[in-house]
């Protein structure tokens, strides 16, 4: 079993940063993709930033493009997004997922995933 535990969501101010992290235990051994989605309310899941296991290949929605950065520990242990110019429009619960995705890193709809943490949220004021 796969357990993915985010952390370091919060508020800022538009412009600002933050760090999320996802601690994932045992999921080099079961999965290939990683990665984070977010939802706003009142919006579909979305995804954010993929990266492959293995390779660590990384893929970005073009909303994020050249302001986020997903990264991974050498130990395989641990995800982060580096969230940097935040806008008030990524306001949303960031979610970290995992799952066997042939395709990786290239964005899949959240479906694909069969691991989820339980969300950190993230609100960016104006």
């Known amino acids: 079993q796969v357990q993915l535990v985010e952390s370091g969501g919060g508020s800022v101010q538009a412009g600002g940063s933050l760090r999320l992290s996802c601690a994932a235990s045992?999921?080099?051994?079961?999965?290939?993709?990683i990665g984070w989605f977010r939802q706003a309310p009142g919006k579909e899941r979305e995804g954010v930033a993929l990266?492959?296991?293995?390779?660590?290949?990384?893929t970005y929605a073009d909303s994020v493009k050249g302001r986020f950065t997903i990264s991974q520990d050498s130990a395989k242990t641990a995800v982060y997004l580096q969230m940097n110019s935040l806008k008030p429009e990524d306001t949303a619960m960031y979610y970290c997922?995992?799952?066997?995705?042939?395709?990786?890193?290239?964005?899949?709809?959240?479906?694909?995933?069969?691991?989820w943490g339980q969300g950190t949220q993230v609100t960016v004021s104006s």
């Open positions: 990266i492959s296991i293995g390779g660590g290949t990384t």
């Open positions: 045992r999921y080099r051994h079961i999965t290939n993709c």
């Open positions: 997922a995992a799952g066997y995705i042939l395709t990786c890193p290239k964005l899949s709809p959240s479906t694909d995933f069969g691991y």
